[in-house]
């Protein structure tokens, strides 16, 4: 286990600086002037001038980069241009924002889609089935910012004060209206996921249920509880397991529309707003992180590959993964 760890983290390093390297290039290619933004159209030269040394605009991107790596390695994300803040200190106010609507759309995703795709395949061709099958189908293939227009529409419009559907309450200040303020964005976020999981669930179900270990605990009379639960799910959650890892890395990319439209300030918000003015630091920041994240699920997504399937773990012991 210790050594599928290392592994990972070390192939994981190449990663984020190739995404660091397409991502600040990217962002000094975007139309758009930070400095002029920042001292208007109007200004003379000589305060644009110093604006944009200010920003190190006026340096090469290669030497931007670099100097923004080195400062990143000593932990300094550097300053946002709009309001002089440390981006850190700024993220930080956003973060645990989207990490409680991040973990409210996984919740609703694991304890939705896994329950039903289970009962789906336990059903199969039934009425059941088809139900959830059609339902599986048109959350997949519903956006979920149309998701989040509609619930906006039926919470706000159709029948209001039963959910809130605008702003956020931090969970510090009131718990319960917090968790409140969460239920809809996280159901808009969470509402394609679930079919996926649900549909993947199903699939995978069946075919296990389709091998022969299955039929041989079933002739020895082992309990159908035990072969359902234990033998058939456990192995089962392997593909749907991977699924999860990325999906939870979109959950943090989805929110920038969820969060937009149900007025959340959250990192994708944050995201929005520091490249509309472009504000640099905060956008590679926000991004950056996201791609951390990334890697870190499907590090941990790898070990729980091993946690699942014990052979997994004796391939790594034994050199041969």
Known sequence: MVRMLGSRL?????????????????????????????????????AYARARAEMHLDEPVWVQYWAWVTDVARGDFGVS????????????????????LALGALVLIVGLGIP?????????????DQVIRVGSLAGISVPNF????????IFGWWFPGILPYQGFVPFSEDP???????????????APQIGLVARLTRSSMLEVLGQDYISAARAMGVRERVVIWKDTLRNALLPVVTVLGVQTGFLLGGSVVVETVFGIPGLGRLLVESFTIRDYP????????????????????????????????????????
């Open 10 to 46: 070390l192939s994981s390093i190449p990663v984020l600086i190739m995404i660091s390297i397409v991502a600040f290039t990217l962002l000094r290619l975007a139309p758009g002037d930070p400095a002029l933004l920042s001292v208007g159209l109007e200004a003379p030269p000589e």
């Open 116 to 128: 039903l795709g289970v009962l789906s395949a336990l059903r199969p061709n039934r009425l059941t």
């Open 176 to 190: 319960l209206e917090s968790l409140a303020n969460t239920v809809l964005p996280a159901l808009a976020l969470a």
């Open 282 to 321: 905060v956008t590679i920041g926000v991004m950056m992180f996201v791609a951390a994240v990334f890697v870190f699920i499907n590090i941990l997504v790898d070990l729980l590959y091993g946690l699942i399937n014990p052979r997994i773990r004796v391939g790594y012991r034994s050199g041969k993964e």
């Open 146 to 153: 149309v998701v989040a227009l509609f619930l906006v529409l």
């Open 81 to 100: 241009y709009s309001d002089r803040s440390p981006v850190l200190s700024v993220m930080a106010e956003r973060m645990p924002v989207t990490a409680q």
